[in-house]
């Protein structure tokens, strides 16, 4: 059970200048979070009935809608390649950090005073936290949404191991993508008094800009070209379009325009913060 | 039977009073819903403008399924908002507050709560319908009552699923998937499905019954149809009141004192 108490404070804080001390710091909020999470992996695996009904439906949708066209290939995607996609897409959706409900109510209720003294960046903690999170969420949906996909449309046969550890990459700065975007949305509570309507009006855009009801490649290309040029696209769409449809120029451009939307947003998100914080006022004791 | 219906009247109109006391959340909920409901009906537009036609569905039987289905669904959960909680009131032992009241505990309970967001679902059901063409008064009057018919079987099945935590515990999250999944096989069309899913979705998750029925009823004037989805709306209700008296001879009070907001 040691393994599960943070670093005690004057170790904290003696560590809290180097790159290693920060690092084994972050590390070791991420695993308590996985240990805690797989306290409770019968909660993580409820997730599982969602994935097995959405890659069952999109299955039957997309098969019924190749074999209506006649096709063997829809905007260069195989029937197994689109169902593949999913899992892929799915995975990335249901996995991904969860923190704007408790930023922004930490946010409201000024609880975020108490945390901003410890000895660790306040958006760091969520993000080593849900990535505890994300790697149980993520490998359990994995696994569920590819026993459906295998069953109903066989093996992804244009998978390449090699291209694994770049897969992986662009999904990692995915969830890194998203993280920003939504860390963003829960700090605009200092500003507003309900982020939802915006955190809603975000996952909807997703949806379809981002390629998670339907491949970007199948949109018009009129919103293709929209949907190319704006973040959301990296965070569903290229990488899962990677896993199916390997294209290692796509990687390279996935990879420069994640780096770049991420180094956009990160510095949005520090002066958010930083500007938050300062306006930050609590009452009572 | 009619001075319960003036009860239940009577529950609504106060919580529609309280709901009318937040607007501005009140407003925003209702209008997230309809982007939400929009964005699913987006999807469905896109598809149809490359793809045209699919299993005998085209973007008009698309229109009538969502007008039907959100209008049922906000029908079902704006009035009964209680109907998807039933799980989670049983677990916490809170049913002790209508046991103990003079009035039958199932509608009570039932109709105690009145959902906000889901007046988004009612109202995108409205405008999905006048997008449908059918706005002859036989349409009409069809359309209205198998919206009521699929509105019913939304509130038995998230009942009857809910009381099912009598036997099993909590069940709060299997009613919650459980919704979600008869809620989505609504959405798509039914002659996606074949064997033993679509005997699943017409039996154990009637979710034949709150979509692709409803449409075929209205589309296609169809009596047949009208006939067997009020026989299965019947149906389900004495299922409901039936799993609902079993379990709740089981009830156990969480002694707990509760204050019913």
């Known amino acids: 059970m040691d393994e ?19 690092a084994r710091k972050y590390l070791a909020i991420a695993r308590t979070n996985l240990l805690n999470r797989l306290a409770y992996v019968w909660d993580a695996a409820s997730n599982v ?76 903690y969520h993000f080593a936290s849900g990535i505890g999170d994300v ?28 291209t694994l550890p770049v897969v992986l990459l662009v999904t990692a700065l995915a969830f890194v993508l998203d993280f920003c975007v939504l860390s963003i949305i829960a700090l605009l509570a200092f500003f507003m008094e309900d982020v939802n309507s915006l955190l809603f009006i975000y996952h909807k855009i997703v949806f379809v800009l981002g390629g998670l009801l339907i491949p970007v490649d199948f949109l018009p290309d009129w919103l293709q070209a929209i949907a190319r040029v704006l973040p959301f696209n990296l965070v569903v769409y290229a990488p899962a379009k990677l896993f199916v449809a390997w294209d290692g120029g796509q990687a390279v451009f996935s990879l420069g325009l994640q780096v770049v939307w991420i180094g956009i947003l990160a510095g949005l998100l520090t002066v958010l913060y930083r500007y938050g914080t300062r306006r930050l006022t609590i009452n009572g004791g | 039977m009619l001075e319960e219906i003036r009860f239940v009247g009577h529950l609504i109109r106060l919580n529609l009073a309280s709901n009318m006391e937040y607007r501005a959340s009140f407003l925003s909920q209702i209008v997230g819903m309809i982007i939400n409901n929009g964005i699913y009906f987006v999807f469905w537009l896109l598809f149809f403008d490359r793809f045209q036609e699919v299993r005998g569905y085209q973007i008009g039987e698309i229109y009538m399924l969502f007008a039907v289905l959100t209008l049922a669904y906000g029908l079902a959960f704006t009035f009964a908002g209680n109907a998807g909680e039933v799980a ?40 999905a ?48 998937r459980l919704l979600q999944t008869l809620l989505t096989f609504g959405l798509y069309p039914f002659g996606l499905f074949q064997g033993v899913v679509r005997l699943i979705l017409l039996t154990l998750i009637p979710a034949a019954f709150i979509g692709a029925v409803p449409v075929q009823v209205v ?43």
């Open chain 1, 135 to 162: 790697l149980i969420q993520a490998g359990v949906l994995l696994v569920a949404g590819s026993l459906v996909a295998w069953s109903q449309v066989g093996p992804l046969y244009s998978f390449r191991l090699e």
């Open chain 2, 88 to 127: 989670g009131l049983i677990a916490q032992g809170r049913l002790d507050y209508y046991l103990a009241l003079p009035r039958p505990v199932l509608p009570h309970l039932v109709f105690s709560r009145m959902g906000q967001s889901t007046i988004g679902d009612l109202t995108f059901g409205i405008i």
């Open chain 2, 129 to 176: 319908f006048l997008f449908t063409g059918k706005l002859d008064l036989v349409s009409i009057v069809l359309f209205v009552t198998v919206t009521l018919l699929a509105a019913l079987i939304f509130v038995t099945f998230a009942v009857t699923v809910g009381a099912l935590a009598f036997f099993l515990g909590n069940a709060s999250q299997l009613t919650d």
């Open chain 1, 4 to 22: 599960l108490i943070f670093l005690p404070a004057p170790a904290a804080v003696l560590h809290r200048r180097t790159w290693r001390g920060s």
């Open chain 1, 49 to 124: 009935l969602l994935m097995f009904l959405f890659i069952f439906i999109f299955a039957q949708l997309w098969g019924a809608t190749f074999e209506a066209q006649g096709a063997t290939e829809i905007a260069g995607l195989t029937l197994t390649q689109t169902i593949w996609y999913f899992v892929w897409a799915e995975m990335i959706q249901m996995g991904k950090i969860r923190h704007v409900r408790t930023v922004s109510q930490e946010v409201k209720d000024g609880s975020l005073a108490y945390t901003l003294g410890r000895p660790y960046n306040y958006l760091l």
């Open chain 2, 219 to 261: 589309q296609l004037h169809d009596g047949g149809a009208l006939a067997l989805l009020a026989g299965v709306a019947a149906l389900s209700v004495i299922v409901m009141v039936g799993v609902f008296r079993l379990g709740l001879r089981r009830y156990e009070s969480g002694s707990a004192i509760n204050i019913n907001i």
